[in-house]
């Protein structure tokens, strides 16, 4: 442990202030010194903050669990392999583009469903991406003449544009759009909430509920702010603006504690396919028992790994591991040891013993004439032994 790193009571608390640093210095660079801060987004930039050290506290502690320790560990070994270069370019590319562009994982469990994911899904992203941008000043807008503009990313002079322009529009509407993307995912998440009979016995409403109905709330004060300065000639606009604002706050402190997590981390799919398929969809691990591929090397390593870091790592007693074997031996195994018939050794169709004493008769068999006798024999044993206590 270095001596910055004692200056700190923990790992979380040292990178949540490195986060808040960089936050600060990019912040800098982008407004030139601070010189084009918004002071309208003043809430909306300690809620950020919030946002930020939130986020790093939830990451820390979803990173340090034994099995996304052990993918993390195994994620970096493999990026570091030079004889892996072509194959994790081509899954991390490949799962890019199927799960994280087009979240064709979602699609396969349904149209409907895969069309309201994505719009929540990307709505979100959008939505993030502009409301950060703006808010800690990474991007702002120029007044070049009375008919143009120009945005500046970083303290750097990127695009101009009409201000009547399609593009224009298009930039100064960015957040309308996305909120529309995401209302519409909403309504639609709700509607299949309200008809799905399943769904709504396995939902709750702290966990898949309450998610939807802050998104809703932010979209719908957001929206709603246009309409009024558009159209009503800013009716109420400045209750409005305070209302969305305390929704996006709420938003924005909640995400990195609720379901709304996943978003972030979602990208560490790339990492199954890139660590654990040599081949896709091909299995290379053979099982020790019947020698039926079922997994490969990397993914049992790990799970052995992973158990092994819980105090948990099912070694049998032949010094082979569970894992070691296929699904079906697995079951096999099992089901002889609960039903003590792992051992070759006397009468395999005869009584069980059992901890509590019952005895079992075999599969569809007799109970074995050695039970009988037993009982016998234990009955003369206790009748002798009260005998000779009178």
């Not at 923990?10 to 949540?16: G, N, P």
Request: hydrophobic share 45%; glycine share 8%; proline share 3%.
């Amino acid at each position: 442990m270095t001596q910055f790193e004692k200056s700190f009571y923990s790992k979380t608390s040292m990178y949540a202030f490195i986060v808040v640093l960089l936050l600060i210095f990019s912040m800098w660079v982008g407004t030139k010194q601070f010189t084009h801060v918004d002071m309208m987004l003043f809430g909306y930039l300690i809620a950020s903050f919030v946002f930020a050290i939130g986020m790093t506290i939830r990451i820390c502690s979803w990173a340090i669990r034994p099995a996304t320790h052990q993918v993390i560990k195994r994620t970096i070994h493999n990026l570091k392999t030079g004889k892996r270069q072509k194959r994790n370019i081509k899954a991390i590319t490949k799962t890019l583009v199927e799960n994280i562009i087009f979240q064709k994982f979602i699609f396969k469990r349904g149209i409907y469903r895969g069309i309201q994911h994505w719009l929540v899904a990307w709505g979100c992203i959008g939505s993030f991406a502009i409301t950060f941008g703006l808010t800690f000043g990474w991007m702002h807008f120029n007044l070049v003449d009375p008919q143009t503009y120009q945005l500046v990313f970083m303290g750097i002079p990127m695009i101009k544009m009409a201000a009547d322009g399609l593009i224009a529009e298009l930039v100064y509407n960015g957040l309308n759009i996305t909120a529309l993307m995401v209302l519409t995912g909403v309504i639609m998440m709700f509607i299949r909430r309200a008809r799905d009979k399943g769904v709504q016995v396995t939902q709750r409403f702290e966990f898949d509920l309450f998610p939807l109905y802050i998104l809703l709330a932010v979209t719908v004060t957001g929206l709603i702010l246009t309409v009024s300065y558009k159209f009503l000639g800013g009716f109420l606009h400045q209750y409005l603006t305070l209302i969305h604002q305390v929704t996006v706050v709420i938003f924005l402190v909640y995400f990195p504690f609720g379901k709304l997590f996943h978003l972030p981390i979602r990208p560490l799919a790339a990492a199954v396919p890139m660590n654990y398929q040599e081949q896709v969809q091909v299995d290379t691990r053979p099982c020790k028992k019947c020698g039926t591929t079922y997994s490969s090397d990397d993914q049992i390593d790990d799970v052995k790994g992973i158990l092994g870091a819980q105090a948990f790592d099912l070694q049998l007693k032949d010094g082979t591991y569970l894992a070691d074997y296929c699904p079906s031996c697995r079951r096999r195994i099992r089901v002889m040891s609960q039903l003590n018939l792992e051992n070759t050794s006397g009468n395999p169709f005869g009584p069980i013993e059992t901890n509590n004493g019952i005895h079992i008769p075999g599969f569809g068999r007799k109970r074995a004439d050695e039970f009988y006798d037993r009982d016998k024999e234990k009955t003369l044993v206790t009748v002798q032994t009260r005998g000779r206590n009178k």
